[in-house]
Each structure stands twice: as C-alpha cells, then as structure tokens.
C-alpha cells in the first residue's frame, strides 16, 4: 500500500483542480507518439501519424489522449485504492491490448514535462516529485494484472 | 540512434536561449533530482543536499557545463565528452539509469522555465540528445 502524506495529497489535488483534462491529455498522447515514434505501434489504427503536425492535429489522438487522461483523474479520486481500481484497466492492457508497461512509464514522464510547462515556477520541485511518484504508482497499477 | 541535422539545431537553439542561465538550469536540475530520486542522493554522501548548498550549485554548474560543451560539439559528442566518459568508468561509476533520471529533470527544468521553447520536435530532439550523452558517459564501463 502506498502511503501519501497530507502535503502529497494537496500538491495533487492543487495541480489536477487546474488541468484542462482534453487539452493535457491530447498534448501528451501526442508528444508521447512524437518523442518516442515506437509507440506509434499501438495506434495502426489511427490514421496520419507521419509527422508531428499530423500527429498533433491528429483527433483520435485527441480524442484518446482525453480518455487516457480521464482515466488518470480516477486514479487519483481512488489513490488508497488504486490496485482494485484499476484491475479490469491492467488486464485490458494485457490480454487485448498487449501494451508492454514501459509505455505506461514513459507516457508518465512526459505528462510531467506537460505540467512543467504548463505550470510553470508552480510546478516545484516537491511538486515534481509527488506527481512522478504518482505517475509510477499509476503505471505499478496498471502492471499489476499483467502474466 | 542517431541525432539528425534537425536534432542537432534544436539542440544548438535550445542551449543558445538557455544562454548564461545553463549554470543555474544545473543546479535546479540536480535538486529536482535529489527531491524527486531520492535513490540519486546515494552518489553524494559527501554534499550538503540541503535547499541552497553551494555544493550542489557548484556540481549544478559542472554538469551544465559538460551538456552546454556536447551541444557545441553535438557531432562528436563522444569527443568532447571523452574525458568525462573516462572519469565516469573509472572513478564515478554511476550506474546507467541514473542519466535518464537526470535527464528527466533537466526536461522538467527547461519546460518549466521556457515553456514556449520546448515544442513537441524540440523536446524529441532534446530528449535524444541527453540520451546520447548519458550513452557516452557509460560507453566505456564496461
């Protein structure tokens, strides 16, 4: 069990009260396809992906990167809870999806850049450092049905 | 992976705008890392780590100092980064995850100070770059 602290628990809150969820989501889906083009593997489906521009305005991955990040607000409304929460979510991940974890590690890291620059001076080092450690326990939960 | 001609002149702009602010970029890059990976700190026994050391202003510069000179050397960054990968190997001996880590945070630092800079090509390019150079300074480890 992940134990959070009072001042975790505001830094999180405080952050995700002020993130546009469409437009953070859709800005990390794509910068995830475009930093790290591998992962484009997972979306054959989703049309131009042939350059950051077409990713970008590319809406599936708007669309998707909405739905990810979504799913990421109910993390954080489960966060003593977030093994059960996101069971179904892991084996999803696993038997259909067939997504290796270590995109979940990496689309972490960058929505932690997004927020950066979103933020600003506001996104502090402790700031930094509770949101990586939720994006890890995040991605440590959606591994966690995986066999 | 190789960095393009387009890698290498969103590397050149970026570390151009950062400009003199390379030094402090270091140091903040350095406490986020300590405040984030905590793991990192495990390197530095001998540092007060605490907020405003002049130790970790000092190193903050250093290790500025070694990406400011692979980015004016970014085509031959194993050259210009060929003493540091030797210190590395031989006396330092940080294992390898650790330059992702660093990475990370000095992204974070860029971002969060030049949000406008560090597009979608800019970050892809910045993020090999400091791959490359972490690649480099484990070259020789083994």
Redesign the interface.
């Known amino acids: 069990m992940v134990h959070w602290s009072a001042e975790e628990k505001q830094l999180i809150a405080s952050v995700w009260g002020k993130v546009n969820v469409e437009e953070c989501g859709a800005e990390a889906l794509?910068?995830l396809l475009?930093?790290y083009p591998w992962t484009q593997r997972f979306f054959d489906n989703f049309g131009n992906l042939s350059s950051?521009t077409a990713?970008?305005g590319n809406p599936k991955v708007r669309a998707h990167g909405k739905k990810v990040l979504t799913s990421f607000g109910d993390a954080i409304k489960n966060l003593e809870n977030l093994k059960v929460t996101y069971s179904k979510l892991s084996e999803l991940h696993c038997d259909k999806l067939h997504v290796d974890p270590e995109n979940f590690r990496l689309l972490g890291?960058i929505l932690?850049?997004?927020l950066?620059?979103?933020?600003?001076?506001d996104?502090t080092?402790?700031c930094?450092?509770t949101w990586?450690k939720l994006v890890g326990v995040v991605a440590h939960a959606l591994a966690h049905k995986y066999h | 992976m190789v960095l393009s001609p387009n890698d290498k002149s969103n590397v050149k702009a970026v570390f151009g705008k950062i400009g003199g602010q390379a030094e402090a970029y270091g140091a903040e890059t350095l406490e986020r890392m300590f405040a984030t990976y905590p793991q990192t700190k495990t390197y530095f026994p001998h540092f007060d780590l605490g907020k405003g050391s002049a130790q970790v202003k000092g190193h903050g510069k250093k290790v500025a100092a070694a990406l400011v000179e692979a980015a004016n050397h970014v085509d031959d960054i194993a050259g210009a980064l060929s003493k540091l990968s030797d210190l590395h190997a031989q006396k330092l001996r940080v294992d390898p995850v650790n330059f992702k880590l660093l990475g990370q945070c000095f992204l974070v630092v860029v971002a969060s100070h030049n949000p406008s800079l560090l597009t979608p090509e800019v970050h892809a390019s910045l993020d090999k770059f400091l791959c490359a150079v972490g690649t480099v300074l484990t070259a020789k480890y083994r």
């Open positions: 794509a910068r475009i930093v950051p990713i970008i890291d932690i850049i997004v950066a620059a979103h933020f600003t001076k996104f080092p402790a930094q450092a990586q």
